[in-house]
């Protein structure tokens, strides 16, 4: 029966993680993973997250069922950190997910519950697995492309193009900050402009923002979600704490809506539950409920604030050196997050792969602070020898 199956065109980054592990060569760096590391190359538990689930352990009194919206008061703290200024709005509702990918799907499978034959236009390159998540919600796709990886910037005009010439109710799913694959962000401007046209042209605002706090700064980087928010009725937002909380496996994120009316939103938000109870039924509590202790109690909301601080100056710090090491790497240093592009060939991926036991995604994404302090001059001489070549 199931031999009717084919194979699986395997994701070449959970097959790169492999490949890494399997290299038994003990200088090597693996930049491919999207991961945060520290100075050493862990990956720690951020000690506000593990003195909250301390808490919770003592704490929690049963584990009952807690419904279709999750942990509500987790979502109502988020809301001042994603929304902003829209923070009191009470056409935004929102619901706890399984992670930024759950609130994606949710988000997804909404829009082509109400429009089941909405086009949904894609900048590429994009995460790879934005492409499945909008097919399986059986919408169709339209893909520009929004970065020039030789050139390293965005096709800015491509993108206002594509959009302008787009009729009402199409869908644009946009990334709120730190750009994955690429770490090339608009700027104000840009995204002043990107509001024009979405919001003049009806178009429906998708936002993924899945590494909020990673970039500038929390407000800095959802400034262009707020200014759609501004301008538009109808927004879908679908947020991750996976990244800014450093709980990748516990699955933390929300998806927020926001339609033209409150009792419009209340009824979209009834589709919502029902299309999660179909999925998950209800989202897992322990990493959100860690993430509410964590926003609720002062001392461990400021030793967060301070960890994200110091994860974001990791990054920025390391993209500096980089940035700085070569002309033809200076764009690293005006992008943020944890990726950026480089302007290699696949063959000279492979070739660091081989040579230097560097791994980096075929496509030249690498994520900038995968690796450990003591290796990044390492990385460096590597990749110019990789452009010289
Ligand atoms: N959106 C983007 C752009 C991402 O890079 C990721 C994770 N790599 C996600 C969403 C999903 O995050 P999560 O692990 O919270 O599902």
Redesign the pocket.
């Known amino acids: 029966f199931f031999d009717a199956l084919g194979d699986v065109q395997s994701d070449s980054l959970l097959a790169l993680i492999a490949m890494a592990n399997a290299d038994p060569r003990t200088d090597k760096i693996d930049v491919g993973v ?1 991961v945060y590391r520290d100075g050493v190359g862990n990956t720690p538990i951020l000690r506000a997250v593990k003195a909250a689930e301390k808490l919770l352990w003592e704490q929690q009194q049963t584990k009952s069922y807690i419904g279709g919206f999750g942990d509500k008061r987790y979502t109502e703290l988020l809301r001042p950190i994603v929304l902003g200024r829209h923070a009191g709005d009470d056409r935004i509702i929102g619901l706890h997910t399984p ?4 609130a ?1 799907s949710l988000g997804f499978k909404l829009i082509a519950t109400a429009h089941a034959d909405a086009k949904v236009h894609v900048g590429t390159p994009t ?1 790879p ?2 492409i499945p998540v909008v097919e399986a919600a059986g919408l169709n796709i339209s893909e520009y492309r929004f970065y020039d990886k030789l050139e390293t910037r965005i096709r800015f005009d491509e993108m206002i193009s594509t959009f302008g010439s787009a009729p009402k109710g199409d869908v644009v799913l946009l ?1 709120g900050c730190c750009h ?1 694959p690429t770490g090339a962000d608009l700027d104000e401007g840009q995204w002043r402009e990107v509001v024009d046209v979405v919001s003049s042209r009806g178009l429906i605002p998708l936002v ?1 923002i ?2 909020q706090g990673l970039g500038r700064g929390f407000a800095e980087d959802a400034a262009g979600l707020h200014l759609l928010l501004d301008a538009c009725d109808e927004v879908v937002i ?1 947020q ?1 704490c ?2 800014n909380f450093g709980v ?1 496996r516990d ?3 929300s998806m927020f809506l926001k339609t033209a009316t409150a009792d419009g939103t209340k009824r979209a938000m009834d589709h919502v539950v029902q299309i999660a109870r179909e999925m998950w039924s209800m989202p897992p509590d322990h990493g959100a409920a860690a993430v509410r202790i964590v926003l609720d109690t002062p001392e461990l909301r400021s030793d967060w604030d301070a960890e994200v601080g110091e994860m974001r100056a990791r990054i920025n710090r390391i993209r500096g050196q980089i940035a700085a090491s070569d002309p033809r790497l200076a764009y690293i240093g005006g992008q943020f997050g944890m990726f950026s592009m480089l302007p290699l060939s696949k063959e000279q991926v492979v070739k660091l792969r081989e040579q230097h036991a560097i791994y980096m995604a075929d496509s030249g994404r690498f994520n900038v602070i995968g690796m450990a302090d003591h290796a990044v001059d390492r990385f460096i001489g590597a990749v110019i020898e990789a452009m010289n070549g």
Do not use: E, F, I, T
């Open positions: 999207g992670g930024g990918c759950g994606l995460w697995n934005h990334h994955n993924d899945a590494y679908a991750s996976d990244k990748y699955r933390v994120g």
